[in-house]
């Protein structure tokens, strides 16, 4: 055992919770990840000394899951854990959550070349004097390594046929498009739709679709209308379906409901073949009928015969096993039910050639038929017996 020392480069000494790890990393990290990151706060602040078992029997854990949190914070540039020329860990250093906006501006910055002029960072990133406070921890010198952890609808195909590039966007430019009038009007209202302040990531993503994407902003509107309507708040999730629609050519707000009523004449076809009912379709599946619509091109009657089958073969709605049918037929190249049929004729002859084949090659198959057999005609025999 070794003490190890946990301290910070925070000036704060209280404890509170970052806005920027709030609204850039609590939500894409795992619940029990996030309760070690707050209690390590806790202790930091209170100056109070913790061990890893303490910390497992705490939050009911293994100490294994107290070193794969700190890992993935480490991972995400939040913490730092430090080592002897041992391998042992002795110290936890917790570092200023960073905004994504504020790392893509630095990384810009350097690729300017010394005579241009820098704009201000889109977050002020510099680093804070560094402040440390030291606790006892005792933990074992053995390390272990990290573990690691969209998804949204219309995500499957964009992803396949595109790479997402994006501009950087400096904090004047963000500046510019929050003091517009008619932008400040919309983020008002994109506001009152997820209830909740956006953050600057969410800014740049709705610059993004109105600078790059050239949606209006009844365009915008709608989208954000439509996913909340489905039960969608999140940004993230929105910009999946910008991506979609721009690459569908989707560009007014007809455009945009024509699309979806579509779209939602497929789902429900789905959950009617499934004999689903009472629910929506988890993101997950929506994924699903949206590779097999957008990345397969395959009609409603296609798709409907292939959950005819999964529940044929599985007595449940199985969206994973369908899928597998589905992949099966895109492979075979099938575009319309007759070329289902086909293939079924083909695999059915298959099948029942490969069946005589077994059947010719069963005696053989033993060990003592390894012989010449006797091919004596009995009903000959009888005859000359009855005859004598």
């Known amino acids: 055992m070794?003490?190890?020392?946990?301290?910070?480069?925070?000036?704060?000494?209280?404890?509170?919770?970052?806005?920027?790890?709030?609204?850039?990393?609590?939500?894409?990290?795992?619940?029990?990840?996030?309760?070690?990151?707050?209690?390590?706060?806790?202790?930091?602040?209170?100056?109070?000394?913790?061990?890893?078992s303490r910390m497992a029997d705490k939050f009911d854990h293994t100490e294994k899951d107290i070193k794969r949190a700190l890992k993935y914070w480490e991972k995400k540039h939040l913490l730092q854990l430090e080592y002897n020329s041992k391998e042992q860990l002795t110290g936890i250093c917790l570092c200023e959550p960073v905004s994504a906006v504020a790392e893509a501006s630095e990384q810009t910055m350097k690729s300017k070349t010394a005579d241009e002029p820098h704009p201000a960072s889109a977050i002020d990133g510099t680093n804070a004097t560094m402040h440390t406070t030291s606790v006892t921890v005792s933990a074992p010198a053995k390390e272990v390594p990290a573990d690691t952890t969209a998804s949204a609808v219309n995500a499957a195909s964009v992803a396949a046929s595109t790479v997402d590039i994006r501009p950087s966007y400096t904090k004047d430019q963000i500046l510019s498009f929050q003091n517009d009038e008619a932008s400040s009007d919309l983020l008002f209202i994109i506001e009152r739709y997820i209830g909740h302040p956006l953050s600057i990531k969410d800014y740049e993503t709705i610059l993004y679709w109105s600078d790059e994407l050239k949606f209006s902003a009844d365009l915008i509107e709608y989208l954000v209308e439509s996913c909340v309507d489905n039960g969608h708040k999140s940004i993230r999730y929105m910009d999946k379906i910008a991506l979609s629609w721009s690459a569908s050519s989707i560009r007014t707000v007809e455009d945009a409901r024509r699309s979806s009523s579509a779209y939602k004449q497929t789902h429900y076809g789905v959950m009617k073949a499934f004999g689903i009912s009472g629910r929506k379709l988890a993101e997950y599946e929506l994924e699903l009928v949206d590779k097999w619509t957008s990345q397969f091109g395959f009609t409603l009657d296609i798709i409907s015969e292939a959950c005819k089958r999964t529940l044929q073969a599985t007595n449940q709605p199985s969206f994973q096993y369908a899928d597998t049918i589905l992949e099966n037929w895109h492979k075979c190249n099938i575009h319309h039910l007759d070329d289902i049929a086909v293939l079924d004729s083909a695999y059915k002859k298959s099948k029942a050639s490969a069946s005589r084949n077994v059947t010719v090659n069963k005696t053989a198959a033993n060990r003592f038929n390894n012989f010449s057999q006797r091919t004596y005609n009995f009903e000959q025999l009888e005859k000359q017996l009855l005859n004598n």
């Open 2 to 52: 070794t003490d190890i020392t946990l301290h910070t480069k925070s000036k704060s000494m209280v404890t509170c919770v970052s806005n920027t790890f709030i609204d850039e990393y609590m939500a894409d990290a795992n619940g029990e990840f996030v309760k070690i990151y707050l209690y390590l706060l806790r202790c930091i602040n209170a100056a109070e000394s913790f061990s890893f």
